[in-house]
């Protein structure tokens, strides 16, 4: 228990609470800290560390005498205990004796409470959700990231539409988190080399649950003042920084586990940002004593790398000549010239300019890839098949697990006390359970609808007085309407809140502006839109976008109907989210890698009415929300935006609208809400970090580790077992050849055939050095003529029948053309092994031709 606070005794169980941050899922939690002071609560930011510090003695000393209120107190702290020494999890009950093998995951940012201010936007927001989840399920689970010396920066946007950025200096012994120290009860020191310098780094730890997240800081004394301010802030600086930043996550955070005597089993990393630390585990292991091309296989077979970005500028990349200087000592260390290093990470960028990609050496160093939904998986596949040359775009080992959200954490209490009363106080234990949300159906829609609104005045309430903070400091000089001009909270309202990027199109509405404006402002049907997010810094088109929302805000016949809420953020995001009745989203498909926003919003009763990218295509079921414009994706940006804008304006005024204002007498729109009900039930489960990382563990974490265990068994013997088999699959591949018949002509005649028609098919492989168990024989079938190769591909194994001659192996199969048009057989041989997750894990394929 930490010594930070002075508390009467009787409420020490107050450190507790503010020094776990559990009380970011739990609304109950955090309202024995706001009992105390509900002002002063709000005032620090809901931060419980700075909260407890400044808080009166006189008002301890009342709250201490409290009886009512150390009952409650004492019942949240139970509530606590009873979490984190649980009798069983759901790890454990399947797992248990895969209990002590860590997962390790690799973040540059996380985002769990507002009061740990260490994320930008929705990777962060995510992170922070895996970890509370993996807290939830009971993994075996630890998370690495970096311990920012400046919050991520709030927004203020001025009188013109302008945003303006001010960046924080943390506190960090005021924040959630604690210094981890020696025996000596100093910190805990890493140190990495960086070019000609040793940067030393402390190392902090959050407490998510039952879970730890170390975050690394550069701000100790014995660094140069520089050094100590190479992690300043999140994605900021030069690239020089973020290089630095992207060495001491990857090189340092693996250091820090050792150092802490934490020794993962598996390796997470969440985007490429981390992809140094697979370099450090090469370095690790071949100072042990094992050859590159050994260590290479463990750490590929021990690696997960998840993709977020399907936008080329996003994926994190460095010129060589910037390479040549951090990591010119490096490769020798490897045993390998610089030549190999540089082409586990080598990209030709859209401008045909050769650089080192992070996203590229993540998928060198992983054999288990994904995208966070089924529709970036297929996106993921395509950007990406350059580094997996041969293989069918549909095959390339990148998967997809669909993102989804911490249900807790995104709930308003007035759902709880709703899901308390109808479903059970037990529903926390069916989150992952489908069926068991049919019963939300059996909510009347009266109390159902009164919830709804009740949660829309809070949001009303919360950011009506944020409006009012900001237009005070315009000090009158300025055209926006008055604060009692907007929210109004019987108008249907639409959030719209993300980060400003051009490829979210936040101004497609805009595009027939006089048609928008004759829909807000029907007197008998009103409509009102808020705004919300934040533009990187350095992204003038992402500001601009921003502005032109802050000029529109401001136009007649649309003030009071375009609201902009400043400085984005998750207490911002819990609010709309909870509160709007319909979450719009329009980015140009297929850039959306999932949106998570959308998910938060139906498990509270709202409706999503987004285009049909990221997760939405998955979730979308044609009663549960609306699609803007159709699956197609096109080239034409112009044409794009004018057919997604006309449906957006068709769908708006002809059912959306009307679906919502059709209210019996009492006012309760019956339809609108069994739409509501079916948003919820068809999203909370399938989408929700419960579904999310239990799929993480059964496809990947599971097989990971399974793999890990037999390979470091008896000093790595069967790792040794597979490296051997393997390097003898490499060396004779090239000699491996796939014929019709034993001369190796090749009858093009026989290979086409048509709707109906079956063929038995022989074919030769002669290969020296490789078994017929080594390998897996396909036959496949095209659609002739197809636009993108291998969209029509099926394919079926043949049986091995018996050596043909000396090394060549006879192999059998019977295909039939099941649909119409006109169709071409080929034949492939892919390599065979027990241990692989996929056929293409040694990206080795022959094809007949």
Same mark, same amino acid.
């Given at each position: 228990?930490?010594?930070?606070?002075?508390?009467?005794?009787?409420?020490?169980?107050?450190?507790?609470?503010?020094?776990?941050?559990?009380?970011?899922?739990?609304?109950?939690?955090?309202?024995?800290?706001?009992?105390?002071?509900?002002?002063?609560?709000?005032?620090?930011?809901?931060?419980?560390?700075?909260?407890?510090?400044?808080?009166?003695?006189?008002?301890?000393?009342?709250?201490?005498?409290?009886?009512?209120?150390?009952?409650?107190?004492?019942?949240?702290?139970?509530?606590?205990?009873?979490?984190?020494?649980?009798?069983?999890?759901?790890?454990?009950?399947?797992?248990?004796?895969?209990?002590?093998?860590?997962?390790?995951?690799?973040?540059?940012?996380?985002?769990?409470?507002?009061?740990?201010?260490?994320?930008?936007?929705?990777?962060?927001?995510?992170?922070?959700?895996?970890?509370?989840?993996?807290?939830?399920?009971?993994?075996?689970?630890?998370?690495?990231?970096?311990?920012?010396?400046?919050?991520?920066?709030?927004?203020?946007?001025?009188?013109?539409?302008?945003?303006?950025?001010?960046?924080?200096?943390?506190?960090?012994?005021?924040?959630?988190?604690?210094?981890?120290?020696?025996?000596?009860?100093?910190?805990?020191?890493?140190?990495?080399?960086?070019?000609?310098?040793?940067?030393?780094?402390?190392?902090?730890?959050?407490?998510?649950?039952?879970?730890?997240?170390?975050?690394?800081?550069?701000?100790?004394?014995?660094?140069?003042? +520089?050094?100590?301010?190479?992690?300043?802030?999140?994605?900021?600086?030069?690239?020089?920084?973020?290089?630095?930043?992207?060495?001491?996550?990857?090189?340092?955070?693996?250091?820090?586990?050792?150092?802490?005597?934490?020794?993962?089993?598996?390796?997470?990393?969440?985007?490429?940002?981390?992809?140094?630390?697979?370099?450090?585990?090469?370095?690790?292991?071949?100072?042990?004593?094992?050859?590159?091309?050994?260590?290479? +296989?463990?750490?590929?077979?021990?690696?997960?790398?998840?993709?977020?970005?399907?936008?080329?500028?996003?994926?994190?990349?460095?010129?060589?000549?910037?390479?040549?200087?951090?990591?010119?000592?490096?490769?020798?260390?490897?045993?390998?010239?610089?030549?190999?290093?540089?082409?586990?990470?080598?990209?030709?960028?859209?401008?045909?300019?050769?650089?080192?990609?992070?996203?590229?050496?993540?998928?060198?160093?992983?054999?288990?890839?994904?995208?966070?939904?089924?529709?970036?998986?297929?996106?993921?596949?395509?950007?990406?098949?350059?580094?997996?040359?041969?293989?069918?775009?549909?095959?390339?080992?990148?998967?997809?697990?669909?993102?989804?959200?911490?249900?807790?954490?995104?709930?308003?209490?007035?759902?709880?006390?709703?899901?308390?009363?109808?479903?059970?106080?037990?529903?926390?234990?069916?989150?992952?359970?489908?069926?068991?949300?049919?019963?939300?159906?059996?909510?009347?829609?009266?109390?159902?609808?009164?919830?709804?609104?009740?949660?829309?005045?809070?949001?009303?309430?919360?950011?009506?007085?944020?409006?009012?903070?900001?237009?005070?400091?315009?000090?009158?000089?300025?055209?926006?309407?008055?604060p009692n001009e907007i929210l109004d909270e019987k108008c249907l309202t639409i959030g719209f809140a993300r980060r400003f990027s051009p490829y979210k199109r936040a101004t497609l509405m805009f595009r027939d502006i006089e048609r928008l404006k004759k829909i807000l402002n029907n007197s008998e049907r009103p409509v009102q839109v808020l705004f919300s997010g934040k533009a990187h810094p350095h992204n003038d088109a992402g500001k601009s976008l921003i502005k032109q929302i802050n000029e529109y805000a401001r136009q007649e016949g649309l003030r009071g109907k375009i609201i902009f809420i400043e400085d984005y953020s998750i207490n911002v995001s819990r609010s709309l989210v909870s509160g709007v009745d319909v979450w719009l989203n329009t980015p140009r498909r297929p850039l959306e890698a999932s949106g998570t926003s959308g998910q938060k919003v139906p498990i509270n009763g709202g409706i999503n009415f987004s285009v049909l990218d990221g997760w939405?295509?998955?979730?979308?079921?044609?009663?549960?929300?609306?699609?803007?414009?159709?699956?197609?994706?096109?080239?034409?940006?112009?044409?794009?935006?004018?057919?997604?804008?006309?449906?957006?304006?068709?769908?708006? +005024?002809?059912?959306?609208?009307?679906?919502?204002?059709?209210?019996?007498?009492?006012?309760?729109?019956?339809?609108?809400?069994?739409?509501?009900?079916?948003?919820?039930?068809?999203?909370?489960?399938?989408?929700?970090?419960?579904?999310?990382?239990?799929?993480?563990?059964?496809?990947?974490?599971?097989?990971?580790?399974?793999?890990?265990?037999?390979?470091?068994?008896?000093?790595?013997?069967?790792?040794?077992?597979?490296?051997?088999?393997?390097?003898?699959?490499?060396?004779?591949?090239?000699?491996?050849?796939?014929?019709?018949?034993?001369?190796?002509?090749?009858?093009?005649?026989?290979?086409?055939?048509?709707?109906?028609?079956?063929?038995?098919?022989?074919?030769?492989?002669?290969?020296?050095?490789?078994?017929?168990?080594?390998?897996?024989?396909?036959?496949?079938?095209?659609?002739?003529?197809?636009?993108?190769?291998?969209?029509?591909?099926?394919?079926?194994?043949?049986?091995?029948?018996?050596?043909?001659?000396?090394?060549?192996?006879?192999?059998?199969?019977?295909?039939?053309?099941?649909?119409?048009?006109?169709?071409?057989?080929?034949?492939?041989?892919?390599?065979?092994?027990?241990?692989?997750?996929?056929?293409?894990?040694?990206?080795?394929?022959?094809?007949?031709?």
């Amino acid at each position: 228990m930490t010594e930070r606070f002075n508390l009467p005794e009787n409420l020490k169980p107050l450190e507790d609470l503010a020094m776990n941050l559990w009380f970011s899922w739990n609304p109950d939690t955090r309202d024995i800290f706001r009992e105390i002071d509900q002002e002063l609560w709000r005032s620090v930011g809901r931060n419980p560390v700075i909260f407890l510090k400044s808080v009166s003695k006189q008002k301890l000393k009342k709250i201490a005498d409290n009886q009512a209120y150390l009952a409650k107190m004492k019942a949240a702290h139970q509530r606590f205990l009873d979490y984190m020494n649980p009798k069983s999890t759901r790890f454990e009950e399947n797992y248990p004796n895969l209990k002590d093998q860590v997962i390790a995951y690799f973040s540059a940012e996380y985002g769990i409470h507002e009061s740990l201010p260490n994320y930008a936007g929705g990777l962060g927001v995510l992170s922070g959700d895996h970890c509370k989840t993996a807290s939830d399920l009971g993994l075996p689970f630890v998370a690495v990231g970096l311990m920012y010396k400046h919050a991520y920066f709030s927004q203020f946007v001025d009188a013109e539409g302008n945003q303006q950025e001010e960046y924080q200096i943390l506190d960090h012994t005021n924040l959630p988190i604690s210094l981890i120290k020696d025996d000596h009860d100093q910190p805990l020191l890493v140190s990495v080399p960086i070019i000609d310098q040793t940067i030393y780094i402390k190392i902090w730890e959050a407490k998510i649950g039952r879970i730890s997240l170390y975050l690394l800081d550069t701000t100790v004394d014995k660094n140069l003042d +520089e050094d100590k301010e190479i992690i300043h802030s999140l994605y900021g600086g030069t690239r020089e920084t973020r290089m630095r930043q992207e060495i001491i996550l990857g090189i340092g955070g693996l250091r820090a586990l050792r150092k802490m005597g934490i020794n993962p089993a598996i390796f997470h990393m969440n985007e490429g940002h981390s992809a140094f630390l697979g370099l450090e585990r090469l370095y690790e292991l071949m100072n042990e004593g094992m050859s590159f091309k050994m260590a290479l +296989e463990f750490v590929r077979s021990t690696t997960l790398f998840t993709t977020h970005t399907p936008v080329p500028a996003g994926n994190e990349a460095f010129e060589f000549d910037m390479m040549d200087r951090y990591f010119n000592n490096f490769w020798p260390e490897l045993e390998i010239s610089n030549d190999y290093f540089f082409d586990l990470g080598r990209n030709i960028n859209i401008h045909q300019h050769e650089n080192f990609s992070l996203t590229i050496l993540a998928l060198n160093l992983s054999y288990m890839a994904n995208g966070v939904s089924e529709l970036h998986g297929e996106t993921s596949r395509d950007m990406w098949q350059k580094v997996f040359p041969g293989i069918p775009t549909h095959e390339i080992p990148i998967g997809h697990v669909t993102n989804g959200i911490h249900t807790e954490s995104w709930l308003h209490r007035d759902m709880i006390k709703l899901f308390n009363e109808y479903l059970g106080e037990d529903w926390r234990h069916h989150i992952h359970d489908e069926q068991y949300w049919d019963k939300v159906f059996d909510i009347p829609d009266d109390v159902f609808w009164k919830t709804m609104l009740k949660m829309k005045k809070d949001m009303t309430d919360h950011l009506r007085r944020r409006y009012k903070e900001r237009l005070e400091r315009f000090n009158g000089q300025h055209s926006y309407p008055a604060p009692n001009e907007i929210l109004d909270e019987k108008c249907l309202t639409i959030g719209f809140a993300r980060r400003f990027s051009p490829y979210k199109r936040a101004t497609l509405m805009f595009r027939d502006i006089e048609r928008l404006k004759k829909i807000l402002n029907n007197s008998e049907r009103p409509v009102q839109v808020l705004f919300s997010g934040k533009a990187h810094p350095h992204n003038d088109a992402g500001k601009s976008l921003i502005k032109q929302i802050n000029e529109y805000a401001r136009q007649e016949g649309l003030r009071g109907k375009i609201i902009f809420i400043e400085d984005y953020s998750i207490n911002v995001s819990r609010s709309l989210v909870s509160g709007v009745d319909v979450w719009l989203n329009t980015p140009r498909r297929p850039l959306e890698a999932s949106g998570t926003s959308g998910q938060k919003v139906p498990i509270n009763g709202g409706i999503n009415f987004s285009v049909l990218d990221g997760w939405w295509p998955e979730g979308y079921n044609g009663q549960n929300g609306w699609a803007i414009g159709s699956e197609q994706s096109y080239t034409d940006h112009n044409l794009q935006d004018e057919e997604d804008s006309k449906s957006f304006y068709d769908i708006l +005024e002809n059912k959306i609208i009307p679906l919502y204002y059709d209210q019996d007498k009492k006012g309760i729109p019956h339809g609108w809400v069994k739409m509501a009900k079916e948003s919820l039930r068809s999203t909370l489960s399938r989408f929700s970090t419960h579904t999310m990382v239990w799929n993480y563990a059964q496809k990947y974490y599971l097989p990971g580790i399974k793999r890990y265990i037999k390979y470091t068994e008896n000093d790595y013997a069967g790792l040794f077992r597979f490296y051997r088999w393997n390097n003898r699959i490499k060396r004779h591949w090239k000699n491996l050849s796939v014929s019709l018949n034993n001369s190796n002509e090749i009858m093009d005649d026989n290979r086409v055939f048509t709707s109906g028609e079956s063929k038995d098919i022989t074919v030769f492989i002669k290969m020296i050095g490789i078994d017929p168990e080594d390998i897996t024989v396909e036959l496949t079938l095209e659609r002739r003529f197809a636009l993108k190769g291998n969209q029509h591909m099926v394919k079926k194994p043949m049986g091995y029948v018996g050596e043909a001659g000396e090394n060549i192996y006879e192999y059998r199969g019977r295909i039939k053309c099941e649909n119409g048009a006109s169709y071409q057989f080929n034949c492939r041989v892919v390599p065979k092994h027990e241990d692989f997750y996929n056929p293409h894990e040694i990206r080795l394929i022959k094809w007949l031709d």
